[in-house]
């Protein structure tokens, strides 16, 4: 099952994210790429991208339909080569814009592709993952 998927999702991470996705798709002059690391405000970023791509827009309903997370099995069962087959398959009449917590080597870098980055201070992501970690756990 691996193999058809497209290889296994790195070990000790979750098997609904595979980054191999990334490596496979047919990137394109000009996609952006919001590369955050977690609890550093990617989806404020996300909605900045979206927001310049589409020179404003109060109209859209979910900032993950706009902004694709791109090593992200969207539904159980799914394969890497059907993940790859629906991204290389969007919409080409404007820069596709991705999600991703990865940075290279991970994420394959291009000189044709934009890529936007935020970050905390470490003290903050710290006490931010703290509080996080000790609400979830309840």
């Known amino acids: 099952a691996a193999a058809a998927n497209g290889g ?5 991470g979750p098997g609904w994210i595979n980054p191999t996705i990334q490596s496979k798709m047919a990137w394109r002059d000009g996609d952006v790429v919001v590369s955050v690391p977690g609890k550093s405000g990617t989806t404020w970023t996300m909605n900045i991208v979206h927001q310049l791509r589409e020179n ?3 109209n859209f309903e979910d900032i993950y339909a706009e902004v694709i997370w791109c090593e992200v099995m969207d539904k159980p069962g799914c394969t890497v080569d059907e993940m790859v087959e629906k991204l290389d398959g969007m919409d080409s009449s404007r820069p596709r814009a991705f999600k991703t917590h990865a940075s290279p080597p991970m994420l394959p870098f ?3 592709i934009k890529y936007v980055s935020a970050g905390v201070l470490m003290v903050d ?3 931010l993952m703290s509080i ?3 609400y979830s756990n309840r």
């Open 8 to 12: 296994p999702p790195p070990p000790g």
């Open 125 to 127: 992501l710290y006490v």
């Open 56 to 58: 404003g827009d109060r």
């Open 132 to 134: 996080f970690t000790n």
């Open 110 to 112: 291009r000189d044709n």
